[in-house]
C-alpha cells in the first residue's frame, strides 16, 4: 500500500514595519549586478514592491529575540525601501510584506533564492516588449519603465519582428542572437526563411546573412541616394531597410528602378537648365569613364569684373579695416568686439573678391557640358569642352601674305598651288616675268629656301637650352589645351592615352581628382587663342614652366600592363620611373578590397599577401576559411599595412622582409619576381 506523502508547511507571510528590518550578514550576494538601487526605487514607487522579503526572527548574544528581523535574501530591496524612506517616499513604519522563515540557514536561503531563479530569456524580453507596444506604450514610456533607453527599446522590438520561424529557432538555441540582428535588417519573413533554408553552416555568418538580405538593394551612402535624397525617395514611395545594429550602415534603398527613375528625372532636369546657359550641347550620364574629354578643348572661363558700386564697397571696407588695425595695433589681441568686426569686414571682402567667371556667347554656341554626379553625391558640371568639327575654322591667308614668310605668329602658311603637269618651269617663269606686278615665288624655291632655313633653326635651337624648353612646352599646351598641335612647326606628338579596361571608380580616385584639379587650373592661367600662347609662355618665370611641362609631361604616360601591346622593355621603363619618382600606391589611396583586388584572385594569392603584410602566424589564421569569409577577414587585416599586389610595386619595394638597399634602381629584389604582361595576364 503506497505511503501518503507528507504534506508541507510554507513559512508564514506577515507585513512587518519597515524600522523593524535590518540587513543580515548571511546574504551571498557581494558583487554589484542588475538595475541599480536608485532605479529599482523608482519602479518600486511606480509598481510597488512585487516580491516579498524573506526574514528570519533576529536573536541577541544570548538566543533571546530582539523583536526585529533579519534580511538574508531581498538585500537590494531592502536598500530600494531605505532610499524611498531617506527621500521620504515611504513612512518609516509602513508594513513590508515579508515571509518569516524559521527552518534552516540565512546563507541557505540566500543562495537557493539567486542560484534557483532562472533568467529571462531574450525573447521573453523582446516580445514583452511587442506586447507593451501594442497595449499602446510609446518606445519612450517603455525606455522609462525598465530603465533602458528608447534606443534598446527599438532594437528588441526589431528584433521581435523577425520571422516567428526564426524566433523560434532562436528560443531553441538554433540562432544566435548575433545572426537574429542580422535577419531584422529585413521585414520580409519570407525572404528570411529562404535566406536561412538556402545557406549552408559557413554562409550563416552574420556578415553574409546581412549580405544576403540586402544584395538587391542600394546603401544609402551610394551617390545616387545621395543625389536624390533619402526624403525624396521615400516621398516616392521607396521602402528602405535600416539596421538598427550597425549604425554606421544607415540603411538600404530596396526599390533601385524607383531610385534609378528618379536619378533619371533629377539629371535632365539638371541638364536643361544647364542647357539653358546657351551651350550647344550637352551630355549627361551618372559616372563618365576616365578620360572622356580627351582630345577636346577645354574653354576657360573670364572672372566677371567688379561694377562701379562694388570696387566703391570693396575700397571702404579695406579703409576701415586698416583704421581698426592702425587703432588697435598691438602684441595683445584686439577686444571681442573689435576681434568681431575685423572678421566680418574679412569676410565681406573675401565674397567681393571671390569673382563668379563666365563663357563669352560666342564660346558658349559652339561648346558643350558634362553633367554626371560626383563621389558625394553633388550634381558635377564640367562646362567649357569644344569638339575638334566644332572649332572655328582659320581664314585663307593670302597668297601674298604666303610669299612674304607666313602669319605674324611665324606659322606656316598653305604653299601656292603647283605647276601644272607638262608645262616646262622656265617658261613659266619667263610668262609671269612678262606681266605686271609681283607674283608668288615658285613652290619649289620657297621649299628650298625654307629647307635651309629649317636647319638654321635647329642649329641655333640646340645652341639655345632656354628656347628649346619653351618651344617644346608650347608644342604640349597646344596639344594638352588646345588639340592644336599642328600649329606649331615642331614634329612632335604628345599622345594622352585612354584606357581600355579601367576599375570602377577611376574617375573619382586621388591621382584623377588630383590632375583634374592641375589641368583646370593651368587652363585658367593660358590664353583662350592658341596664338597668344606663345607669348604667355615668354611671361612666365622657370618654376611655372617647369610645373605645366610637368604636367603636360605627365599626361602622355601609359604604364598599363598587356601582354599584346607591350614588352618586358617597357615595363622596366615604367618602374624605373616609378623608382625615381618614389612612387607608393598605397600613399595615395590604394589599399586591397573585395572589388579591386582580394575577391579576384585565388586564395593562395590572399594567404601570400596576409603573409607578407602580417606573418606566418596571421595568415595561420584564415588558412582554413572558405573563400568568402577568408575575403571578409583578409581586408580588415590588410587595411591600413600599406601592402600593394606585385604590379602595384616600386623596385626594391618589398613587404614582410626589410627593404633591399644598394641595388641598381630598376632592380628587383632578391627572389622577388617582376610583373611581366604574362603573369598578370596567367593570374
Known amino acids: ?279 550647344k550641347w550637352i551630355e549627361t550620364d551618372l559616372d563618365f569613364s576616365y578620360g572622356h574629354a580627351a582630345g577636346l578643348r577645354r574653354l576657360t572661363a573670364e572672372e566677371v569684373p567688379m561694377t562701379d558700386e562694388e570696387q566703391a564697397r570693396r575700397d571702404e571696407l579695406h579703409t576701415q579695416h586698416e583704421r581698426l588695425l592702425e587703432i588697435y595695433d598691438s602684441p595683445e589681441d584686439p577686444p571681442e568686439g573689435i576681434d568681431q568686426q575685423l572678421s566680418a569686414i574679412e569676410d565681406e571682402m573675401a565674397k567681393l573678391d571671390d569673382r563668379p567667371r563666365r563663357f563669352g556667347a560666342d564660346e558658349m554656341a559652339r561648346a558643350g557640358c558634362f553633367v554626371s554626379i560626383g563621389p558625394d553625391g553633388v550634381l558635377r558640371v564640367d562646362r567649357g569642352f569644344v569638339r575638334p568639327e566644332d572649332e572655328a575654322q582659320p581664314e585663307p591667308v593670302a597668297e601674298a601674305e604666303f610669299a612674304a614668310g607666313g602669319d605674324d605668329d611665324g606659322t606656316a602658311a598653305p604653299p601656292a598651288l603647283p605647276v601644272a603637269a607638262g608645262v616646262d618651269e622656265t617658261i613659266t617663269q619667263d610668262l609671269e616675268a612678262e606681266e605686271d606686278g609681283l607674283k608668288p615665288l615658285p613652290e619649289r624655291l620657297v621649299m628650298e629656301l625654307t629647307a635651309y632655313r629649317t636647319l638654321a633653326l635647329r642649329d641655333a635651337m640646340a645652341q639655345d637650352p632656354d628656347t628649346a624648353f619653351i618651344a617644346v612646352l608650347h608644342v604640349l599646351c597646344l596639344q594638352t589645351f588646345y588639340s592644336r598641335g599642328t600649329d606649331s612647326c615642331l614634329q612632335i606628338s604628345a599622345r594622352s592615352p585612354s584606357f581600355m579596361v579601367q576599375p570602377p571608380g577611376l574617375t573619382d580616385s586621388a591621382p584623377a581628382q588630383s590632375i583634374q584639379a592641375r589641368q583646370e587650373n593651368w587652363a585658367k592661367q593660358l590664353p583662350q587663342e592658341p596664338g597668344d600662347l606663345w607669348g604667355v609662355l615668354v611671361g612666365f618665370d622657370s618654376d611655372s614652366m617647369a610645373s605645366l611641362f610637368a604636367h603636360c609631361a605627365a599626361l602622355t604616360i601609359h604604364a598599363v600592363l598587356s601582354s599584346v601591346e607591350h614588352s618586358p622593355a617597357f615595363q622596366r621603363n615604367a618602374d624605373r620611373l616609378a623608382n625615381v619618382l618614389q612612387l607608393d600606391l598605397a600613399s595615395v589611396g590604394w589599399a586591397p578590397t573585395t572589388g579591386n583586388y582580394l575577391g579576384r584572385v585565388t586564395k593562395a594569392r590572399i594567404i601570400e599577401a596576409v603573409t607578407e603584410a602580417k606573418g606566418e602566424a596571421v595568415a595561420r589564421r584564415i588558412d582554413h576559411l572558405r573563400k568568402p569569409d577568408m575575403v571578409e577577414q583578409a581586408e580588415q587585416l590588410l587595411a591600413g599595412t600599406g601592402w600593394l599586389p606585385v604590379p602595384l610595386r616600386s623596385p626594391g619595394q618589398v613587404f614582410g622582409t626589410p627593404e633591399s638597399s644598394g641595388g641598381a634602381p630598376d632592380q628587383m629584389p632578391e627572389g622577388q619576381e617582376a610583373a611581366t604582361p604574362q603573369s598578370v595576364a596567367a593570374e
Open 1 to 279: 500500500m503506497a505511503s501518503t506523502p507528507t504534506k508541507i508547511i510554507l513559512s508564514r507571510s506577515q507585513d512587518i514595519p519597515f524600522d523593524k528590518l535590518v540587513l543580515s550578514q548571511a546574504n551571498v550576494r557581494r558583487v554589484k549586478a542588475g538595475v541599480s538601487i536608485s532605479d529599482l526605487a523608482d519602479d518600486i514607487a511606480r509598481r510597488t514592491l512585487l516580491q516579498s522579503l524573506t526574514v528570519r526572527v533576529q536573536l541577541d548574544a544570548e538566543g533571546k529575540e530582539t523583536g526585529k528581523y533579519e534580511i538574508p535574501t531581498g538585500g537590494r530591496r531592502f536598500r530600494a525601501l531605505e532610499l524611498l524612506v531617506k527621500q521620504k517616499r515611504l513612512a518609516k513604519t509602513a508594513p513590508i510584506p515579508c515571509i518569516i522563515r524559521t527552518e534552516g540557514l540565512g546563507e541557505e536561503d540566500s543562495l537557493a533564492e539567486n542560484t534557483q531563479r532562472e533568467a529571462l530569456h531574450p525573447l521573453d524580453q523582446f516580445r514583452a516588449f511587442q506586447t507593451l507596444r501594442e497595449k499602446g506604450l510609446d518606445e519612450e514610456e517603455i525606455a522609462a519603465r525598465f530603465f533602458v533607453t528608447p534606443a534598446v527599446v527599438k532594437q528588441r522590438l526589431r528584433l521581435a519582428s523577425v520571422s516567428p520561424k526564426l524566433l523560434d529557432l532562436y528560443a531553441e538555441d538554433g540562432i544566435t542572437l548575433e545572426q537574429l540582428m542580422a535577419f531584422s535588417v529585413s521585414d520580409n519573413h519570407e525572404h528570411q526563411e529562404q535566406v536561412w533554408a538556402g545557406s549552408q553552416n559557413w554562409q550563416r555568418q552574420p556578415f553574409h546573412i546581412r549580405q544576403a538580405l540586402t544584395a538587391s538593394s542600394v546603401p544609402v551612402r551610394d551617390k545616387r541616394a545621395k543625389f536624390v535624397g533619402l526624403d525624396t525617395y521615400v516621398a516616392a514611395g521607396g521602402p528602405v531597410m535600416r539596421d538598427l545594429f550597425t549604425p554606421d550602415e544607415g540603411g538600404w534603398l530596396c526599390d533601385v528602378p524607383l531610385l534609378d527613375r528618379l536619378v533619371a528625372e533629377k539629371l535632365a532636369s539638371n541638364a536643361e537648365a544647364v542647357t539653358a546657359e546657351g551651350w
